[in-house]
C-alpha cells in the first residue's frame, strides 16, 4: 500500500523560508507517480489546494502564492517538494500531499488493467509567527 509522508514543517518568522517533501513509500514496481498537490488547511477554514504539478512538470499555482512558493518533484526518489518562499501569517497552516498514482496489473481473466489510485499525507504543520 502506498503511503505519503510529509515533512519540514515547523516555526518560521513572516518573510521566512520552509522547505516541504512529499515522500512516498509503498509503491514498489507496480505504482506510477502521477499528479502530485500540495494542499493547506488552516483552522476554521476549508482544504484549499495550493500547488500542483503534472506527471510533465507542468505547474498550477493558487494566486495567493503564485511568485512565492514552488512545487517541484523527483520522480527516481518517488519524492514532492514545495519550497515556500517570503512566508506570510497567512500561510500558517497544516499542509497536505495529495498524488495520484497509476497502477498496472492483470485482472482475474488475464486482461491488463490500468487505473488511477489517489492518496494522501497526514500533514505537516507550518506556523509562520514572530
Known amino acids: 500500500q502506498v503511503q505519503l509522508v510529509e515533512s519540514g514543517g515547523g516555526l518560521v518568522q513572516p518573510g521566512g523560508s520552509l522547505r516541504l517533501s512529499c515522500v512516498a513509500s509503498?509503491?514498489?514496481?507496480?505504482?506510477?507517480?502521477?499528479?502530485l498537490r500540495w494542499f493547506r488547511q488552516a483552522p476554521g477554514a476549508q482544504r484549499e489546494l495550493v500547488a500542483t504539478i503534472s506527471k510533465a512538470s507542468s505547474t498550477h499555482y493558487v494566486d495567493s502564492v503564485k511568485g512565492r512558493f514552488i512545487v517541484s518533484r523527483d520522480d527516481a526518489k518517488n519524492t514532492g517538494y514545495l519550497q515556500m518562499n517570503s512566508l506570510k501569517a497567512e500561510d500558517t497552516a497544516v499542509y497536505y500531499c495529495?498524488?495520484?498514482?497509476?497502477?498496472?496489473?492483470?485482472?482475474?481473466?488475464?486482461?491488463?488493467?490500468?487505473?488511477?489510485?489517489?492518496?494522501w499525507g497526514r500533514g505537516t504543520q507550518v506556523t509562520v509567527s514572530s
Open positions: 495529495n498524488a495520484d498514482f497509476l497502477v498496472a496489473y492483470y485482472d482475474d481473466h488475464g486482461v491488463p488493467i490500468r487505473a488511477r489510485n489517489e492518496f
Open positions: 509503498g509503491t514498489g514496481t507496480r505504482y506510477d507517480l502521477d499528479t
